[in-house]
């Protein structure tokens, strides 16, 4: 082990052990995010190969028993008389950044704080050399915390890590690299939690569209036409081949649902030419997607992959949820927008800010206020209903009588409460019908004119009748259910009375 050193007394530069920690499990919100950082590596891989490699594909494979989870690709494989410098320098990257999406050399440390052991094997084509670089990862945490451990990340890599090479007896064609997170920490790991990698896959890495969703072939040949980082991959999650999630059948939050009949697309332009190219489906705007189908909200990509999260175009709507009425994809066109390194947004540069300006003024604000005239509509659409609805109620109390003092009462302050909106007549009738209210007498009363309930059963059905309407949060539903206890009543007396109040 290191020993510690005076760092006090020195003038030497030096990169304390914190900075592993920082440029780890610190670049991330949350565990999955490292899968999106080792997808990205095994699909630069993957485009290194030469010619066209149709069986290329990335293999997510999870093993909740031994608490697992490996990453494999067929992709270049790392040289061996370069697999150590690569696998155990930071920031060092030979990657070109105009060509492939990870190039700061630091997407391989984002597992290092979610498992006791992070592994890397490796293997180039025409080569009979595997090469292991394995990460004590719990002994990295203990030595990060303990404070009388004063290192620098040089050394710490070395007191944690092992790099070792072997003879390959498969075939010398064979090139692959893998990366192993072992032994798991945490009960809730979501890196052990299949249905969610495959959601998050799904949202999040370069995958083709489900050969269900029928717009896909078509948004396929446009992006591919227009966008020249646009390529998916073959990825799986334990055997189950992995597609975005989009399908012709969008689920709303109010249980509703509607089909996706045509896609829209657009470009949003700076000075330099186009900036992102996009498609849009072409809904009614009826509400907001529901959150089950991973569908709702505009995304933004590039290379494919997704940059921040659903919610990252949503604070240039002129309300964040209008973003979750949409579904569709902006991918960046632009080589001169670089992502950041926790990839949620783009380094500064003058095309970022053309770029989110564009947005805004072709998307964003025109949008918005479609959405929000829409929602008006359906607003003045409703009160009308609600009102006509209201005067229903009202009449057939007056006629039949009322079924509790909370009901009547509750009926008489809408009546009251009718706005300005309203025409003179309409509120003429609405005062008319206040007046014939507070006379009206109860509907027991009035159907045990004859007397076939004794006072005390009146008393109790009134009771029963009282509770209803008043646990009931829902009115339309308290109406619902009395309306089925007018109808027993009816029934037991012989009178006939309307089912619905």
């Known amino acids: 082990m290191s020993r510690p050193e005076n760092h006090k007394d020195s003038n030497k530069l030096i990169f304390g052990k914190y900075a592993l920690d920082s440029l780890s499990a610190g670049m991330y919100s949350h565990s999955l995010m490292s899968l999106r950082e080792y997808i990205q590596n095994s699909a630069d891989a993957i485009d290194d190969l030469p010619g066209k490699f149709v069986n290329a594909s990335i293999n997510i494979t999870v093993d909740g028993r031994k608490r697992s989870l490996i990453i494999n690709d067929n992709g270049t494989g790392i040289p061996s008389d370069k697999a150590k410098s690569t696998l155990l320098n930071i920031g060092c990257s030979e990657k070109d950044p105009d060509r492939n999406r990870g190039f700061r050399g630091i997407g391989r440390l984002g597992g290092l704080g979610y498992c006791d052991e992070l592994r890397f094997v490796t293997k180039s084509r025409g080569e009979d050399i595997v090469s292991h670089c394995v990460w004590d990862c719990r002994k990295l945490r203990q030595l990060i915390a303990d404070r009388s451990y004063l290192t620098d990340t040089a050394s710490l890599i070395k007191d944690t890590t092992t790099f070792k090479q072997q003879k390959y007896y498969g075939s010398a064609d064979e090139h692959f690299f893998a990366v192993e997170m072992n032994d798991m920490h945490g009960d809730r790991n979501e890196l052990l939690n299949v249905p969610a990698i495959r959601s998050y896959v799904a949202q999040v890495a370069p995958v083709p569209f489900h050969p269900d969703f029928s717009h896909g072939a ?117 080589n001169v927008m670089i992502p950041n390194s926790r990839r949620d947004d783009f380094e500064d540069c003058k095309e970022k800010d053309e770029f989110y300006s564009a947005f805004l003024r072709e998307i964003g604000i025109p949008l918005s206020r479609k959405i929000r005239y829409l929602s008006g509509e359906r607003s003045k659409a409703n009160v ?118």
Request: hydrophobic share 35%.
């Open 384 to 501: 009308s209903s609600n009102q006509e609805r209201l005067f229903e109620n009202a009449y057939t109390i007056v006629k039949y009588g009322y079924v509790s003092k909370l009901q009547r009462e509750h009926i008489i302050k809408n009546l009251s409460a009718l706005n300005g909106n309203c025409s003179s007549a309409v509120k003429q009738q609405a005062a008319k019908l206040i007046c014939q209210l507070m006379n009206s007498e109860h509907v027991l009363s009035v159907l045990n004119n004859q007397d076939f309930l004794k006072d005390d059963a009146l008393a109790l059905l009134n009771r029963i009748l009282e509770i209803v309407y008043s646990e009931t949060s829902n009115k339309s539903e308290a109406d619902r259910i009395i309306g089925g206890l007018y109808e027993i009543i009816s029934q037991q007396i012989g009178d006939t009375m309307p089912s619905e109040v």
């Open 218 to 334: 078509i948004i396929d040949r446009e992006l591919l036409d227009r966008v020249k980082s646009y390529k998916s991959y073959r990825i799986f999650v334990n055997d189950e081949r992995i597609y975005k999630p989009y399908r012709n059948i969008v689920g709303l939050s109010k249980e509703n649902s509607e089909s996706v009949t045509k896609v829209n697309y657009l470009e949003l332009r700076g000075e330099s030419g186009i900036l992102g190219f996009g498609w849009i489906g072409d809904l009614s705007l009826q509400g907001t997607v529901s959150t089950l189908s991973d569908m709702e909200g505009l995304r933004l990509r590039y290379g494919n992959i997704l940059i921040g999260n659903k919610e990252t175009l949503s604070g240039y709507f002129k309300e964040k949820r209008f973003n979750n009425y949409l579904i569709g994809e902006i991918h960046i066109c632009s």
